[in-house]
Nanobody, 126 residues
């Protein structure tokens, strides 16, 4: 397991964009799949996007498909979530997670991830 740190959250108006970042200070993300989840008050943690260990495959939750993009910069050892055309329904705490499986492709299940960040708040105003 590694400690993950997210950044980039904030308050934004509907229709605008934000980019979240996730890194493991002092450690490496390694050859594991990475994912983003989110949780709004009173809701369960929701799958947002995942990226295979080699960045060849990305999968998105239905509510963010065609608006969000997950990517990884190997040189910076950082994973990003580019969020476009934000709506008030995107308001949540966003969590970065690293998968359990070396060389894995990840999944949409939180239990398949064993390293999590503390979360970053994204608030979209109308």
């Amino acid at each position: 397991q590694v400690r993950l740190v997210e950044s980039g959250g904030g308050l934004v108006q509907a229709g605008n964009s934000l980019r979240l970042s996730c890194a493991a200070p002092g450690r490496t993300l390694g050859t594991y799949p990475m994912a983003w989840f989110r949780q709004a008050p009173g809701n369960e943690r929701e799958f947002v996007a995942k990226l295979a260990w080699d960045s060849t495959r990305a999968t998105y939750g239905d509510s963010v498909k065609d608006r969000f993009v997950i990517s990884r910069d190997k040189a910076k050892d950082t994973v990003y979530l580019q969020m476009n055309s934000l709506t008030v329904e995107d308001t949540a705490v966003y969590y970065c997670a690293r998968g359990r499986t070396l060389y894995g492709v990840g999944s949409g299940e939180p239990t398949d991830y064993d390293s999590w960040g503390q979360g970053t708040q994204v608030t979209v105003s109308s």
